[in-house]
C-alpha cells in the first residue's frame, strides 16, 4: 500500500509569486483535502477534493486554489505570495469525505515566504 | 471563542506517570472526534478515535462528553516515546464534512 507523498518537501520563494504544491494519495483513497500548518499550530483546513471537484473550503482567500486529478492526486496552487504564508503544507487523502474518516497524511511541503 | 481549544502545554511528567488532556469544542452538532499524534517536524497521525461510549487502545483512554462538549485522552504508564503533540479533531456536518483541529498539547515525557 503506498502512503501519501508530497512534493516538494521543502522550497523558498518570495512575496509576490507564485507555488505549486503537489500530493499523490494513498491507493483506494478518492478524497484529498489540504490544510496550512503554521508553526505551534494546529493544522488549519483549506479544502478538500473529491472526484475532482472542490466541495468544501476553509477561511482561505481564492488565491488559494487547487485541482484534483482522476487518478486522485492534487496540487494547491497560491498566488502573489505574503509573508504569513509561510508553513507547513500538508495534503491528507482518506476514502469518502473527510470528516468522519480517517485522514492519512503526507509528510507536508514546508514553505518559507522571504 | 476557537472552534476547537485545547491547552498548548507543555506538560512535562516523569516516566510511568498518567496524564490527561482535554479540548473543548464550540459547534453543539459537531459529529466525530479524533485524537492525533503528531512528532516534532512530522505529519500527524491517527492515535484513536472517540466514541460516545468511551474507548480503549493500550495505555490509552478516550472519552468523550457531548453535554459539556468536551473530549479527553488519558495516557497511563507514559513512557518517553510518547513525547509529541496530541491534536484534538472535531468534524461537523455542512454539505462536506468540515474538520477542525485543535491548537495541541505538547507532552513531555522525562527519564
Known amino acids: 500500500e503506498t502512503g501519501v507523498t508530497q512534493s516538494p518537501t521543502h522550497l523558498i520563494k518570495t512575496r509576490g509569486q507564485q507555488v505549486t504544491l503537489r500530493c499523490s494519495s494513498q491507493?483506494?483513497?478518492?478524497?484529498v483535502s489540504w490544510y496550512q500548518q503554521a508553526l505551534g499550530q494546529g493544522p488549519q483546513f483549506i479544502f478538500q477534493?473529491?472526484?475532482?471537484?472542490?466541495?468544501g473550503r476553509g477561511n482561505f482567500p481564492p488565491r488559494f486554489s487547487g485541482l484534483q486529478f482522476p487518478n486522485y492526486s492534487s496540487e494547491l496552487n497560491v498566488n502573489a505570495l505574503e509573508l504569513d504564508d509561510s508553513a507547513l503544507y500538508l495534503c491528507?487523502?482518506?476514502?469518502?469525505?473527510?470528516?468522519?474518516?480517517?485522514?492519512?497524511f503526507g509528510a507536508g511541503s514546508r514553505l518559507t515566504v522571504l | 471563542r476557537k472552534e476547537v481549544e485545547q491547552d498548548p502545554g507543555p506538560f512535562n511528567v516523569p516516566e510511568g506517570a498518567t496524564v490527561a488532556f482535554n479540548c473543548t469544542y464550540s459547534n453543539s452538532a459537531s459529529q466525530s472526534f479524533f485524537w492525533y499524534r503528531q512528532d516534532c517536524r512530522k505529519e500527524p497521525k491517527l492515535l484513536m478515535s472517540?466514541?460516545?461510549s468511551g474507548n480503549e487502545d493500550g495505555r490509552f483512554t478516550a472519552q468523550l462528553n457531548r453535554a459539556s462538549q468536551y473530549i479527553s485522552l488519558l495516557i497511563r504508564d507514559s513512557k518517553l516515546s510518547d513525547s509529541a503533540t496530541y491534536l484534538c479533531v472535531v468534524t461537523a456536518s455542512g454539505g462536506y464534512q468540515k474538520v477542525t483541529f485543535g491548537t495541541g498539547t505538547k507532552l513531555q515525557v522525562i527519564p
Open positions: 491507493s483506494g483513497h478518492n478524497t
Open positions: 472517540v466514541y460516545s
Open positions: 491528507a487523502s482518506s476514502l469518502g469525505g473527510a470528516g468522519a474518516n480517517v485522514l492519512t
Open positions: 477534493y473529491y472526484r475532482e471537484e472542490e466541495n
